[in-house]
């Protein structure tokens, strides 16, 4: 997959999955293993979440079958230019003006992330003290991401709704005011078992499920003190 990485990626679109290396997001492989996990989430219902793993992983081992067998059709990979944001950056205080992205960057923080919304949000903050541009900071940094936006709070999709609610819409499919609706009824899958030579191309399946505790802020601004009151809540 490694040479080819643009049509693999390709594949993973279309079934609405992502693929990075086996140690988590901005991570990259030596041993040819990839994680691949679903892209969107708010909003999906646990059938049609499972349903879009299935689908990708089956195509893009068929994919790796062919090329196996000596097919050929893809277009390599090109690198984007540098710009002034990248991963020179150290903390989110670096950005001082309105973030430009290089040439090719494809996330979905630089496709709304416009002059207008930076000039209403950048000094803002959630009620949680987590700010507007330690929100965009990895994806200034990383300007290979995805989306490269991260909620510190609840209220962070409040506060930031300007940005948050085009990059959620465009991500997920969830539009402002949609409901979720669950669905848990493995019946509605359509997931017959992969043929043994599909099977033996995977290494390992789970289903993750996160929950976060209302009284604390999310990951990216807990402090070292939180973290042990939410250790001390949860045992």
């Known amino acids: 997959m490694g040479q080819r990485k643009a049509e693999f990626e390709a594949i993973a679109d279309k079934f609405h999955v992502q693929i990075r290396g086996a140690h988590g997001e901005h991570t990259e492989t030596d041993d040819h293993i990839y994680d691949i996990s679903n892209k969107r989430r708010l909003g999906m219902s646990e059938v049609s979440l499972v349903q879009d793993m299935y689908n990708g992983v089956k195509a893009m081992i068929q994919r790796e ?3 196996s067998k000596g097919h050929n059709h893809s277009e390599e990979h090109k690198h984007a230019d540098h710009s002034h944001v990248g991963s020179h950056m150290k903390n989110p205080e670096e950005l001082v003006s309105f973030p430009h992205f290089p040439l090719g960057t494809k996330s979905l923080l630089s496709k709304y992330l416009t002059k207008e919304v930076w000039e ?3 000094d803002v903050k959630d009620k949680a003290g987590f700010s507007f541009k ?10 290979d991401s995805g989306v490269g936006v991260y909620a510190g709070s609840h209220d962070s999709y409040h506060a930031f709704a300007d ?3 085009k990059v ?3 991500y997920h499919g969830h539009k402002i005011g949609a409901k979720h609706v669950s669905d848990m009824d493995h019946k509605n899958l359509h997931a017959p078992p992969f043929p043994e030579a599909e099977a033996k191309l995977i290494k390992s399946t789970r289903i993750r499920v996160g929950r976060n505790l209302a009284d604390f802020p999310l990951g990216p601004a807990l402090t070292k003190e939180q973290r042990k009151e939410v250790e001390t809540k949860v045992i």
């Open 134 to 143: 330690t929100a965009i900071f990895s994806g200034c940094q990383n300007t």
């Open 163 to 165: 940005l948050f609610d």
């Open 168 to 170: 959620i819409e465009d």
């Open 120 to 122: 209403k949000l950048h």
């Open 65 to 67: 079958q062919e090329l």
